[in-house]
């Protein structure tokens, strides 16, 4: 079954530019959407199909996808960004990667 | 607005049985595949199985498959999940989520119902 690898945790000072990765085998092949989840809340989706930002999310979240690794950057990261970030590609069936904490310090 | 309710979450001991029910709203349930995604707690979000909106295609997680079992009343706008042979290790947070195109990002999410199995 296809795997998705991401960093456990990353910190990231106030305002500087978090990336979180996701590696998998040919991930550039493949549509790699990212949610955010915040403790005790549904995860939200922040970017869908490699690098689409839903009308509502803001602008500082970006996203690439080449190779074996797909990267959701927040340029500027705030405190209200301070969540779990999970990215999720369909090879078969839905498959999501391990998650990411980010703490902004 | 889209609004997906779980209900059914319980306490159950190892070896029960349990229905989680999802409501939809807001939206055209029929036109939409369906799916359920479960979070132990302090752990990662894992995919645990799929309905297309006709209910021709299911799929499965195989940490479930042949003891769940999902189906869907697009007469009711409902979504369910039949747990049978519940164990420790399927005690989470149950989420029903579903994506505007098929195969592709989950766009909307439930605030998800706790199951608990323990004895």
């Known amino acids: 079954s296809y795997e998705l690898t991401q960093p456990f945790s990353l910190s990231v000072a106030l305002g500087q530019t978090a990336s979180i990765t996701c590696g998998g085998k040919?991930?550039?092949?493949?549509?790699v959407h990212w949610y955010q989840q915040k403790p005790g809340q549904a995860p939200i989706l922040v970017i869908y199909?490699?690098?689409n930002r839903p009308s509502d999310i803001p602008e500082r979240f970006s996203a690439s996808n080449s190779g074996n690794t797909a990267t959701l950057t927040i340029s500027g990261a705030q405190a209200a960004d301070e969540a779990d970030y999970y990215c999720?590609?369909?090879?078969?069936?839905?498959?999501f990667g391990g998650g990411t904490k980010l703490t902004v310090l | 607005d889209v609004q997906l309710v779980e209900s059914g979450g319980d306490l159950v001991k190892p070896g029960g049985s349990l229905r989680l029910s999802c409501a939809g709203s807001?939206?055209?349930?029929?036109?939409?595949?369906m799916n359920w995604v479960r979070q132990a707690p302090g752990k990662g979000l894992e995919w645990v199985s799929y309905?297309?909106?006709?209910?021709?295609?299911?799929l499965y997680a195989d940490s479930v498959k042949g003891r769940f079992t999902i189906s869907r009343d697009n007469a009711k706008s409902s979504l369910y999940l039949q747990m049978n042979s519940l164990r420790v290790e399927d005690t989470a947070v149950y989420y029903c989520?579903?994506?505007?195109?098929?195969?592709?990002?989950?766009?909307?999410w439930g605030q998800g119902v706790l199951v608990t199995v323990s004895s």
């Open positions: 989520a579903f994506g505007v195109a098929p195969a592709s990002s989950l766009d909307y």
């Open positions: 807001g939206f055209t349930f029929i036109s939409y595949s």
């Open positions: 309905i297309s909106s006709s209910s021709n295609t299911v």
């Open positions: 040919n991930i550039g092949s493949k549509d």
């Open positions: 199909r490699d690098s």
């Open positions: 999720q590609v369909w090879d078969s069936s839905t498959v």
